[in-house]
């Protein structure tokens, strides 16, 4: 009965952070970059010169161009892994038709229809990956694409897709100065995403202990699905002695409903420690800087010189 309220409680908060986000997206879509001639990549771009040449629904477009992509997904992936992203997909284009029957069109200057409509549709986006899903498009494609070609990052490929469909606004709209604000409206999305999910510190993330009899299950989920790295640390009970292994793994905020769901639906009874790491570098998160680099060098000084003084003595 637990589990159930428990899944019930999730499920909620996943609908209302979809829908919160799809409205907000829709207001930026149907207010500021569609009515300026503005394409700012993704399918929902595709839909938005489509609207401007055939006058097609651009939330109808997004989700029937979405269909093959999620056909393609539940092949690749399995359909457990994309359900999220199905029902998210499903209210965020009736969100954008529907808004568009009520909502006026901002008609004024491009430049700050690109800037408000980049930093409404972040904070939609955002929303939305909190809870682990995506709204379809270019970032499902990126991460599809990214199994087959490992040397490539799932930054470079949406960039590449969207790239495209930045040109190919230009040719639609006969202007290159279309483009231009798409570009803005990308760059301003991607950082406010960065911001919702990250914080202002892009470092900073969440930090998880786990002990379980289904450790191997749990590191196999958590590389597959999230595909973050996991540390198998060797553990021993204090009361009963034995022998056991502690999982140590890493992640950003929003990857924190994901990693619950893996933990709580493979077993209920996994011990867990959360806590905050108020710094994180290394791939997958932020590089290294410079003077983390001269304390490992000064580190590694005083250890020499340490291990010199004793072979003296």
Same mark, same amino acid.
């Given at each position: ?7 019930? &409680?999730?499920? %909620?908060?996943?609908? +209302?952070?979809? +829908?919160l986000g799809s409205l907000i997206d829709a207001v930026a879509i ?6 300026? /001639? ?8 595709? $839909? ?9 629904? #651009? ?9 093959? =992509? ?19 997909i499903i209210i965020f284009s009736v969100a954008i038709d529907t808004?568009?029957? =009520? +909502? ?12 408000? $409509?980049?930093?409404?549709? *972040?904070? @939609?986006?955002? +929303?939305?990956?909190?809870? *682990? ?12 694409? *990214? ?21 190919? %606004?230009?040719?639609?709209? /006969? /202007?290159?100065? %279309?483009?231009?604000?798409?570009? =803005? ?7 406010? =995403? !960065? ?9 900073? @993330? ?5 002990? %379980? ?11 597959? /699905? ?34 619950? !769901?893996?933990?709580?639906?493979? !077993? ?11 710094? #994180? ?30 072979? &003296?003595?």
């Amino acid at each position: 009965m637990t589990n159930l309220k428990g899944k019930a &409680k999730t499920m %909620s908060m996943d609908l +209302l952070f979809f +829908l919160l986000g799809s409205l907000i997206d829709a207001v930026a879509i149907n207010m500021f970059t569609a009515p300026n /001639q503005i394409a700012p990549g993704g399918i929902t771009g595709i $839909g938005t010169m489509l609207n401007y040449l055939f006058v097609t629904p #651009i939330g109808m477009v997004n989700m029937l161009i979405n269909i093959p =992509i999620i056909i393609w997904a539940v092949l690749e992936i399995g359909y457990k892994l994309v359900a999220k992203s199905i029902a998210a997909i499903i209210i965020f284009s009736v969100a954008i038709d529907t808004m568009g029957l =009520i +909502l006026p069109a901002y008609d004024g200057n491009p430049l700050l229809a690109a800037i408000f $409509g980049g930093v409404l549709e *972040g904070i @939609g986006l955002g +929303l939305v990956f909190m809870r *682990g899903s995506t709204t379809g498009g270019t970032d499902m494609i990126a991460r599809l694409l *990214g199994r087959h070609f490992r040397h490539l990052s799932m930054g470079k490929l949406m960039l590449a897709v969207d790239m495209v469909i930045i040109a190919a %606004s230009a040719l639609v709209y /006969q /202007q290159l100065e %279309s483009a231009l604000y798409a570009t =803005i409206a990308i760059f301003v999305s991607t950082r406010v =995403i !960065d911001t919702v999910l990250y914080g202002t510190d892009a470092g900073t @993330g969440k930090m998880y202990f786990i002990i %379980s009899k289904k450790n191997e299950e749990i590191k196999q989920k958590i590389l597959e /699905q999230i595909d973050r790295g996991v540390t198998v640390i060797p553990a021993q009970g204090g009361y009963s002695g034995e022998e056991s292994e502690m999982l140590l793994c890493a992640v950003r905020r929003y990857e924190v409903a994901k990693i619950n !769901d893996i933990i709580h639906n493979t !077993d209920r009874d996994a011990f867990v420690i959360v806590g905050e790491a108020g710094e #994180i570098t290394g791939e997958g998160f932020r590089p290294a800087r410079s003077d983390d680099k001269t304390l490992k060098e000064i580190i590694r000084a005083v250890k020499s010189r340490s291990a010199s003084h004793e072979k &003296k003595g």
